[in-house]
């Protein structure tokens, strides 16, 4: 089993940075693949960045060149660095972890972007 904790949420002016990481524990060998979601009001969740087990990333069109996703191994944390924010980023920030077999979610963090 591997747990997640997100952190780094909140409220923040329309050009605007925030970090937010997530914390894993458990069976952490086990994962491929770590991945930020959000999921806006009534809206469906959607993959915001991704980041292997090789170190290889990915990002929805709407966040590159703006969202960055990394990992410090020695600290079992992945980031999601968020520049350049626009109302439109806000949403619930969820990590997620996949493994062959099951993926692991954490709770969320909320981000709002308004002035």
């Known amino acids: 089993q591997v747990q997640l904790v997100e952190s780094g949420g909140g409220l923040v002016q329309p050009g605007g940075s925030l970090r937010l990481s997530c914390a894993t524990t458990g069976n952490i060998f086990s994962i491929y693949v770590m991945g930020w979601y959000r999921q806006a009001p009534e809206k469906q969740r959607e993959l915001v960045a991704s980041?292997?087990?090789?170190?290889?990333?990915s990002y929805a069109d709407s966040v590159k060149g703006r969202f960055a996703i990394s990992r410090v191994l020695a600290k079992n944390t992945v980031y999601l660095q968020m520049n350049s924010l626009k109302p439109e980023d806000t949403a619930v920030y969820f990590c997620?972890?996949?493994?062959?077999?099951?993926?692991?979610w954490g709770k969320g963090t909320r981000v709002t972007v308004s002035s």
């Open positions: 980041i292997t087990s090789g170190g290889s990333t």
């Open positions: 997620n972890a996949k493994m062959t077999t099951r993926e692991s």
